[in-house]
Antibody, heavy 119, light 106 residues
Framework: EVQLVQSGAEVKKPGESLRISCKGS????????ITWVRQMPGKGLEWMGT????????KYSPSFQGHVTISADNSIATAYLQWSSLKASDTAIYYC????????????WGQGSLVTVSS | EIVLTQSPGTLSLSPGERATLSCRAS???????LAWYQQKPGQAPRLLIS???GRATGIPDRFSGSGSGTDFTLTISRLEPEDFAVYYC?????????FGQGTKVE
């Protein structure tokens, strides 16, 4: 059974850095893409970007390009979403999802990681 | 960049009624790579439909998807109490991927 387990809730101050994680299990990690999706409080889903762990190829939404970095560590079957300088507007729940092809729907989702950025 | 517009924003119905949700794309969705997701409060989204009309594993047959090109529909034939949730469409055929803004079924 494919499972994605995300890191826990974080509370950070503006300007701080952060890396959240998404650990895959029940499948060969390098054979599935991983995508990150943002959901701001009370709002809809926003596609942030995706990574192919087999070669670390990444694609980003223009809305998030340059503000976040997506990476993966295949040795521990974990994908990451990181910020070098958080803003209050980064407060949201972040979901990871996995899919077999780049052009596949997202069948398996993590439980979400709540990030709160407040001074 | 494809923009997806869902309508209505909120659908007020009763159990047993039929729900019809619309998703319109600003340009044709490549290969009809259009998915529908259900999200309940405090939960991650759940895939219902992919490829515009293919039900995901374990999804009841009261959920059906249709459409092609720029106009897509999710139909719930008879609402069950557990179907009251927010529904999102998503195109995954071109970059950047995009979600609609959601339809709340209440």
């Amino acid at each position: 059974e494919v499972q994605l387990v995300q890191s826990g809730a974080e509370v950070k101050k503006p300007g701080e850095s952060l890396r959240i994680s998404c650990k895959g299990s029940g499948y060969t990690f390098t054979t599935y893409w991983i995508t990150w999706v943002r959901q701001m409080p009370g709002k809809g889903l926003e596609w942030m970007g995706t990574i192919d762990p087999s070669d670390s190829y990444t694609k980003y939404s223009p809305s998030f390009q340059g503000h976040v970095t997506i990476s993966a560590d295949n040795s521990i079957a974990t994908a990451y979403l990181q910020w070098s300088s958080l803003k209050a507007s980064d407060t949201a729940i972040y979901y990871c999802a996995t899919h077999y092809y780049d052009t596949s729907a997202y069948r398996n989702w993590g439980q979400g990681s709540l990030v709160t950025v407040s001074s | 960049e494809i923009v997806l517009t869902q309508s209505p924003g909120t659908l007020s119905l009763s159990p047993g009624e039929r729900a019809t949700l619309s998703c319109r794309a600003s340009q044709s969705v490549t290969n009809n790579y259009l998915a529908w997701y259900q999200q309940k409060p405090g939960q991650a989204p759940r895939l219902l439909i992919s490829g515009a009309s293919g039900r995901a594993t374990g999804i009841p047959d009261r959920f059906s998807g249709s459409g092609s090109g720029t106009d897509f529909t999710l139909t719930i034939s008879r609402l069950e109490p557990e179907d009251f949730a927010v529904y999102y469409c998503q195109q995954y055929g071109s970059s950047p991927r995009a979600f609609g803004q959601g339809t709340k079924v209440e």
